[in-house]
């Protein structure tokens, strides 16, 4: 099994930035991505982006490319998520997920966190 616990979401202003990270703990040498997700009120689960664990390669939705950064610190164990440039649109609850294996589709990951809430205003 594999634990993961997000942090870092809150209330920002359109334009602010945020960092979000995600925890893994048990069978980690089993994760191939780690992916963030999110989701809003009265929609369903989008992808936001994915990142390899072994060699760092990185996937992005169209919606966030060029403001948000995905990254990994293999030594902790932990996906970063940095967020710039927010606009009321990206207000979702943002989910942490990893995988054994794929990129992009939900149902490929596995193993969730909570989720952590992020909110921008406009």
């Known amino acids: 099994q594999v634990q993961l616990v997000e942090s870092g979401g809150g209330l920002v202003q359109a334009g602010d930035s945020l960092r979000l990270s995600c925890a893994a703990s048990?069978?980690?040498?089993?994760?191939?991505?780690m992916a963030w997700f999110r989701q809003a009120p009265g929609k369903e689960r989008d992808f936001v982006a994915s990142i390899t664990w072994s060699s760092g390669n990185a996937y992005y939705a169209d919606s966030v490319k060029g403001r948000f950064t995905i990254s990994r610190d293999n030594a902790k164990n932990t996906v970063y998520l940095q967020m710039n440039s927010l606009k009321p649109e990206d207000t979702a609850v943002y989910y942490c997920?990893?995988?054994?294996?794929?990129?992009?589709?939900?149902?490929?990951?596995?193993?969730w966190g909570q989720g952590t809430q992020v909110t921008v205003s406009s």
């Open positions: 048990g069978r980690t040498f089993s994760i191939y991505t």
């Open positions: 997920a990893a995988s054994r294996g794929g990129h992009y589709y939900a149902d490929e990951f596995g193993y």
